[in-house]
């Protein structure tokens, strides 16, 4: 990837700072009603959202625009406004990515906080605060979990993939003994990291995951050693017109260019 001209650079820096000050203070304000029976509510009648979401978001929201007023804001628990469009840089924000582990106890879920210009993710960070666990990113600079530099797991025999079923039984045949069946990460942007960490060596991504879920943790990954790709083989785009996402395909090497074949090969009544 080409370096950062310097004065973007500095800003990313800058940037990276806040946003992992902010993600820790809001995995705080989320641990409080963890395992602590949140009040819940379903959106669209099949999401779960509960009062740590909604606190978490604005702690987030406040925090974030007062230290930059003149960045777009685009979250998963805030209503969409398009004049975020005008702005330069945008945050991209999941202040609970895996709510439904987050209200079952699980501990794999995560703050997810971008900031992203043009398209692009210039600072990442996920807060795992039930795990311990705090990963970033800068472009160019590498990727780290709690202050140490993390890499894709190197090519093996066999390869542990996660993400849905149907999609994974599509794999050409050859590859189906080497396949060992990942667990159920409910946090998308989690899931993301343990490639980027090494615990994981792939994974599927169903239609319609949202900015906010995959903008930070996909710089992550790609500062990792791996990448996240769309069925053109091409890194998604964050905070246009457009946040909804087709299938996509996440790892590295050889095993990475199979699944993006897979995803590739899709008719349309495999992803919407």
């Not at 795992?128 to 705090?134: N, Q, S, V, Y």
């Not at 999609?167 to 990460?185: C, F, N, Q, S, V």
């Not at 490639?195 to 930070?216: C, M, R, Y």
């Amino acid at each position: 990837m080409p370096e950062l001209d310097p004065a973007v650079s500095a800003g990313a820096t800058e940037d990276l700072q806040l946003l992992r000050d902010a993600a820790r203070e809001a995995g705080l304000i989320a641990m409080q009603y963890f395992n602590n029976n949140p009040q819940v509510w379903m959106k669209g009648g099949t999401s779960p959202v509960s009062e740590a979401d909604h606190a978490a978001d604005k702690y987030l929201r406040e925090t974030l625009l007062a230290a930059r007023p003149d960045y777009g804001w685009l979250s998963e628990e805030t209503v969409d406004d398009p004049v975020r469009l005008v702005a330069r840089r945008t945050f991209v924000v999941d202040p609970i990515d895996g709510t439904r582990g987050f209200l079952e106890g699980l501990p794999t879920w995560c703050v997810s906080v971008a900031v992203v210009e043009n398209g692009r993710t210039l600072a990442g960070v996920l807060d795992c605060p039930a795990k311990g666990e705090i990963y970033w990113a800068l472009p160019g600079e590498g990727a780290f979990l709690n202050g140490r530099r993390i890499s894709v797991r190197p090519p093996a025999e066999t390869a542990e993939i996660a993400g849905p079923k149907a999609m994974i039984d599509l794999m050409p045949a050859k590859w189906h003994k080497r396949l060992k069946r990942g667990p159920y990460i409910p946090s998308l942007a989690y899931r993301l990291a343990m490639i980027a960490g090494g615990q994981l060596d792939a994974t599927f991504v169903k239609a319609n995951a949202h900015d906010w879920d995959i903008a930070a943790a996909d710089l992550i990954l790609r500062e990792a050693g791996g990448a996240l790709l769309d069925r053109h083989g091409r890194a998604p785009l964050y905070a246009g017109e457009v946040i909804r996402h087709g299938p996509l395909a996440a790892g590295s090497g050889e095993l990475l260019a199979v699944l993006a074949g897979v995803i590739a090969g899709l008719t349309i009544d495999h992803y919407q």
